[in-house]
């Protein structure tokens, strides 16, 4: 495509060709359909605007030295979103049938796959709401799922570059037994002004801590969290964080590497003793933490003085894109290859 500088792409929305939708009516799933529109025209009443019925997911195409495209870990994310759906009471959406719809646009919007050499991706966006007309609070009883694409370069301004977190206590994500662990639209919500906040700060992301003793480290607004000590990947296990993909498959590849994985729960204090740390994510990938700034404290944690990343966050991060864009073999049979 003319017009278009792939290695130079922000973390936003361009319009492509074709999304893929779905809908749930009378009880059941019907078939897939290609649109060409990005609108999509639903009742005032439909309890996604009102009562917050709305999940979504996010994962990647990756296209090869190779030419082929390759998306990482879709049944992953199909399946975590049929959890958050269970969360929130709406109809679940099949896993053969995410992961066909997700084939399907890919597919369709080819053109737009960034090349290799760009070091971008084709983010892929999954929805789900309820479209069906309430006024009390009660669930749907018609949902929507569609699923967009538009190529994507770092959630995270200079990408692979160390960044500065902060800590604010007077912000939660989500609540101790909330729906921290599903990924719908309220904890995003719920985190915007903190996340304004931080930004206007100079800071990349807010670091939250668990919302009931603000003792443990709980994961950052778009992304988990870990520490490196020595030869240890440390990473927080709660109740109130979203179970990423990403973070999973970090670990794996850690162990891999004859890392010594810890996931359990992380006291604050314990910032002072890590030698790395980095969020990670789909968008985010692998982003370094320069400084985590604690402003209720005032006390700085610092991990990168020089604005390089870690050895070990580096060593991740070649690992898992070499991964995804098929410079390495795929042992753990993560990436789908889209015919
Ligand atoms: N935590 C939150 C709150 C997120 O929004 C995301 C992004 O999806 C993640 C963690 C990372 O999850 P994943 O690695 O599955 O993308
Ligand atoms: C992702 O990593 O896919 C996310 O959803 C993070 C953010 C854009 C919400």
């Given at each position: 495509?003319?017009?278009?500088?792939?290695?130079?792409?922000?973390?936003?929305?361009?319009?492509?060709?074709?999304?893929?939708?779905?809908?749930?009516?009378?009880?059941?799933?019907?078939?897939?359909?290609?649109?060409?529109?990005?609108?999509?025209?639903?009742?005032?009443?439909?309890?996604?605007?009102h009562?917050?019925q709305?999940?979504?997911?996010?994962?990647k195409?990756?296209?090869?030295?190779?030419?082929?495209?390759r998306?990482?870990?879709m049944?992953?994310?199909?399946?975590?979103?049929?959890?958050?759906?269970?969360?929130?009471?709406?109809?679940?959406?099949?896993v053969?049938?995410?992961?066909?719809a997700?084939?399907?646009?890919?597919k369709?919007?080819?053109?737009?796959?960034?090349?290799?050499?760009?070091?971008?991706?084709l983010?892929?966006?999954?929805l789900?709401?309820?479209?069906?007309?309430?006024?009390?609070?009660?669930p749907?009883?018609?949902?929507?799922?569609?699923?967009?694409?538009?190529?994507?370069?770092?959630?995270?301004?200079?990408?692979?570059?160390?960044?500065?977190?902060?800590i604010?206590?007077?912000?939660?994500?989500?609540?101790?037994?909330?729906?921290?662990?599903?990924?719908?639209?309220?904890?995003?919500?719920?985190?915007?002004?903190?996340?304004?906040?931080?930004?206007?700060?100079?800071?990349?992301?807010?670091?939250?801590?668990?919302p009931?003793e603000?003792?443990?480290?709980?994961?950052?607004?778009?992304?988990?969290?870990?520490?490196?000590?020595?030869?240890?990947?440390?990473?927080?296990?709660?109740?109130?964080?979203?179970?990423?993909?990403?973070?999973?498959?970090?670990?794996?590849?850690?162990?891999?590497?004859?890392?010594?994985?810890e996931?359990?729960?992380?006291p604050?204090?314990?910032?002072?003793?890590?030698?790395?740390?980095?969020?990670?994510?789909?968008?985010?990938?692998?982003?370094?933490?320069?400084?985590?700034?604690?402003?209720?404290?005032?006390?700085s944690?610092?991990?990168?003085?020089?604005?390089?990343?870690?050895?070990?966050?580096?060593?991740l991060?070649?690992?898992?894109?070499?991964?995804?864009y098929?410079?390495?073999?795929?042992?753990?049979?993560?990436?789908?290859?889209?015919?």
């Amino acid at each position: 495509m003319e017009n278009v500088n792939w290695s130079d792409l922000s973390f936003g929305y361009m319009k492509t060709d074709y999304n893929v939708r779905c809908y749930f009516r009378d009880g059941k799933w019907g078939e897939l359909e290609v649109s060409s529109s990005d609108i999509i025209n639903i009742h005032m009443a439909a309890t996604c605007l009102h009562y917050g019925q709305e999940a979504f997911e996010g994962l990647k195409a990756f296209r090869g030295k190779d030419g082929k495209t390759r998306v990482f870990r879709m049944d992953e994310n199909a399946k975590r979103m049929q959890a958050s759906s269970r969360g929130i009471m709406m109809a679940e959406f099949p896993v053969e049938k995410f992961e066909e719809a997700v084939r399907k646009v890919v597919k369709l919007n080819e053109r737009f796959i960034p090349p290799y050499e760009s070091g971008s991706s084709l983010y892929i966006r999954p929805l789900l709401i309820g479209i069906g007309a309430q006024v009390g609070v009660k669930p749907a009883d018609e949902y929507l799922f569609l699923v967009f694409v538009t190529p994507v370069g770092p959630y995270f301004k200079g990408g692979f570059k160390p960044a500065p977190v902060c800590i604010m206590r007077d912000y939660d994500r989500a609540a101790p037994h909330g729906t921290g662990t599903i990924k719908v639209g309220g904890n995003y919500a719920a985190s915007m002004v903190a996340g304004e906040k931080a930004h206007k700060g100079g800071y990349a992301a807010v670091l939250y801590l668990d919302p009931r003793e603000k003792k443990y480290i709980d994961e950052c607004g778009p992304a988990n969290f870990f520490g490196i000590r020595g030869n240890n990947y440390i990473t927080p296990a709660s109740h109130s964080i979203l179970p990423s993909i990403t973070n999973k498959s970090l670990i794996q590849l850690a162990q891999d590497m004859g890392l010594t994985v810890e996931r359990r729960p992380v006291p604050i204090e314990e910032l002072a003793t890590f030698d790395e740390a980095a969020e990670c994510g789909t968008a985010a990938v692998i982003a370094p933490i320069s400084r985590i700034d604690d402003l209720d404290e005032n006390k700085s944690y610092v991990y990168s003085k020089d604005g390089k990343p870690g050895q070990v966050c580096e060593r991740l991060y070649n690992k898992l894109r070499g991964i995804q864009y098929g410079d390495e073999p795929d042992v753990h049979n993560w990436v789908s290859i889209i015919e």
